[in-house]
């Protein structure tokens, strides 16, 4: 299975690895393979190894998220890296979003001696060390640094009307959702009008006139595991008829009662192409009382939208809706730099005003910083845009405003622009720091690039590689990175995720959009070059094998990144190996764990490689080679390699396989 990283944020994944860290320093470790690694020595290929399917997995290890401002931290990550050690591995992969931050001056003194002493231990174990960085995808340790670095979606001629010395959001007619605060209720039954579609009126959704946020009635759902059945979905949606390129507030009115299973959403689709605009969910409890819910999204090239209101996969309780909004949502997060330009015209389009003359500076001093520097919350009272005294703009008058603003996915995720020319210095930067603080512990093998799950991309106007397309502009993206880490360290290696090189996942040539994204990522596998190692973590069984050969083919060693909280009951990594038999340059595994912790990492050590033999090669061994430079010399009777041009089965990301009942 490919390994669902979307449906937790990575800020979450980050404090659930801290609190894991605390268990993990208390776990006894397991039985311990044998480990003939020489005393003293770095733990590299030429060193013992197991080898399991024909792999010599000289590379063994585990990818440990945490925060090294924390003093307790040193001895919860010092625990692990001693018990990871005792189970056969023998390198670990850092990330810490304040490695971003070496710098500029914004940490405490204690964080280097605590990044030190964790640094010293690792050396001490002999274990090779990468630090993360590089985060286009999850890009809060950029957007640090620069907020309107931030990925720009367009908004285009958005009508504002002069009123008291302001330019405030004006629609004529306005954009209005009918029935949305539940108050046209119907004589008998319970349907609502003016929902073009509703699970189960009267089984399990229900007109509530007793309980309310505001009015008379609301919208209740129940027990939709057992009410509406088999999906337990309790949903309403209407369409709703909109402008291309216009950003909107999404707003409605929540309540539950031992609500439990599902995902309640305040969902925006589109059509023709199908895409999803509205990626966050309602983050409710199980019990809580009337909360309002706010998102924004982008009409992007559509003139007609379907906004829900809903449950998908329900259980238990009881969950209300009340009172939704949709308006025009100003200025909110709106991303000022030179590939995200603000353009002012009259009414007509052909009187041009701007901010020297006619109107106060355009900014959101909220976007990129709430709740801290470099993250953006999904909601806040847009900034007012006020008229300069002599402004040529007059009350009444009506103006068009061009701008962009970012878009949040899955609560907190904000892709860094992969072209502005800014981001290769910012990057840059943190490289240096990265390498100087490791190799002064004589510890640093090299640094991972995070590129990862980028989900917003290709609409503004940052300079474009090639032909423009996504694919393109992020192999220039790595490829610029690449000979930025090369001119501070000629010798130093290159890792990183597979999922944006890879055409068997996120970089597949495809008719359905990605995310947010304007066009595909296919060609993207063009900017990495051959030495970078692969983090594989496309493991999903009807594609796991071409994956990995179309990177053997480009001649890259590949390490499987596998685990991903999966219990030792569900363990499947070793049947991972097996398929890719015959798959050159499968030169390690990764403990690779996102939330669950290090509980299972002697487990998952002894399901991997336990009972393997263990083997030290001589120069000339085969087993020390990397992959060859072309497929043809991968020779298995498994079945043929697909190529690159093959489009593997897209991942449904959202409860949703219809756009209606």
Known sequence: MIHHRDAVSKAARAAFATAALAAAAATAAGPTPPDTTPAGTMAHADAAAPVVHGHRLARRWVYVQTNFQVADNVARVNAVLDRAKAAGYNGVVFADVKFGRLDDGSLIPAYFTHLRAVLDHARSLDFTVYPATADFGYSASLLWHDPDLAEGLPVRDAPFRATGGRLVPHEDPPTRLANADFEHVPASGHTFPGWAFQDAPGRATFVDRDERHGGQASLRMTDLGTASPPAGNGRVYQRLAVRPFQVYRLSVWVKTAGFRGGEARALVLAQNPARTLQWNAIPVVDTQDWTRFDVTFNTLTHTEVL????????????????????????????????????????????????????????????????PWPGAFDLWHPPPDIRLRAGSRIRDGDVVRLSF??????????????????????????????????????????????????????????????????????????????????????????????????????????????????????????????????????????????????????????????????????????????????????????????????????????????????????????????????????????????????????????????????
């Open 307 to 370: 906004v829900y209101f809903g449950v998908w996969g329900g259980d238990r309780g009881t969950i209300w809706w009340d009172d939704g909004l949709i308006e025009p949502a100003g200025l909110v997060n709106l991303v000022r730099r030179p590939g995200a330009p603000v353009r002012i015209t009259g009414d007509d389009g052909a009187t041009e005003y701007d901010e020297a003359r006619d109107v106060e500076p355009l900014a959101d001093p909220k976007a990129g910083t709430v």
């Open 404 to 661: 962009y603003h970012t878009a949040l996915i899955y609560g907190d995720q904000v892709a860094a622009s992969l072209t502005e020319p800014a981001v290769f210095d910012i990057v840059e930067g943190q490289m240096r720091g990265l390498r100087r603080e490791l190799a002064a512990a004589g510890v640093f093998g090299g640094w991972m690039f995070g590129h990862d799950e980028i989900r917003v991309h290709g609409w503004d106007e940052a300079p474009r590689a090639g032909g423009g397309t996504p694919g393109e502009n992020l192999a220039f993206n790595f490829r610029t990175l690449v000979d930025r880490a090369h001119g501070i360290d000629p010798d130093a290696a290159i890792a990183t995720w597979s999922d944006m090189f890879d055409p068997f996942h996120n970089a597949a040539a495809r008719r359905d959009p990605y995310y947010l994204v304007n066009g595909d990522w296919s060609g993207s596998w063009d900017g990495v070059p051959a030495d970078v190692t692969v983090l594989n973590w496309n493991s999903q069984p009807a594609v796991r094998r071409d994956s990995a050969a179309f990177f053997a083919g480009r001649g890259h060693n590949q390490v499987l990144a596998g685990y991903y909280d999966t219990p030792p009951t569900g363990f499947r990594d070793r049947g991972w190996l097996a398929d890719l038999e015959g798959v050159p340059g499968i030169t390690g595994v990764m403990y690779t764990q996102w939330g669950s912790g290090y509980g299972n990492l002697e487990a998952w050590a002894r399901h991997v490689w336990g009972d393997a033999p263990w083997t030290t090669p001589t120069p000339t061994s085969a087993a020390n080679a990397g992959p060859t430079a072309t497929a043809t010399a991968i020779e298995t009777p498994v079945r043929p390699i697909a190529t690159a041009a093959t489009t593997p089965p897209r991942r449904i990301l959202l409860p949703i396989a219809r756009r209606g009942p």
